[in-house]
C-alpha cells in the first residue's frame, strides 16, 4: 500500500492498532456491506416457540411445524446468492444423528433462499423432520 494512502487512514507511524482498525471507513458499523462478513447469524432454541439466544441481523424466527423454520432477517440482503452454514443438535441421547440442511422436501421448485429470510429443516439421520434445541444458522455473502 502506497504511504499517501496508509497516511490518509490516519496511520503515521506504520503500527496498527486497534483504534485504528475499529476508526477506518472498512469497518461498517452494521457490517453489511463488507466482502466476506457474515450478513447475519442466529443461534436459537427451535423446540416449543421458537426463541432466539443471540444474533446478528435477525429479527425472528417463524416456526412452520415440526423442524421447519424461517430466518427471517432484519435487513434485507443484496440478493439471494448467499452461502448458508447450519448446525443443529438435541438434548436428548437417542438424537446422536442429527443434521441440519438448508432445503426442504417438497417441490422441485422450492427455493429456500431470499432476500429476506432463509428457510431450514432439522432432521434426524437425514429423513425425519425434528424440533432441535439447538440451532446456528450463519449467512455470508
Not at 117 to 132: K, M, N, P, R
Amino acid at each position: 500500500m502506497p504511504l499517501t494512502k496508509i497516511q490518509s487512514l490516519g496511520i503515521t507511524d506504520g503500527t496498527i492498532v486497534n483504534a485504528d482498525i475499529n476508526a477506518s471507513d472498512a469497518i461498517a458499523g452494521t457490517k453489511l456491506t463488507g466482502v466476506n462478513d457474515a450478513k447475519a447469524w442466529v443461534n436459537f432454541n427451535g423446540t416449543g416457540t421458537p426463541a432466539i439466544r443471540a444474533s446478528f441481523n435477525v429479527t425472528s424466527i417463524t416456526d412452520n411445524g415440526t423442524g421447519l423454520y424461517t430466518v427471517n432477517f432484519t435487513n434485507a440482503l443484496s440478493d439471494a446468492n448467499y452461502s448458508v452454514s447450519c448446525s443443529g443438535s438435541r438434548d436428548d441421547t437417542s438424537d446422536i444423528g442429527m443434521a441440519l440442511v438448508n432445503t426442504r422436501s417438497g417441490t422441485a421448485s422450492y427455493n429456500p433462499y431470499a432476500t429476506t429470510s432463509i428457510a431450514i429443516s432439522s432432521l434426524f439421520a437425514h429423513t425425519s423432520a425434528v424440533d432441535s434445541d439447538f440451532i446456528t444458522v450463519t449467512i455470508f455473502r
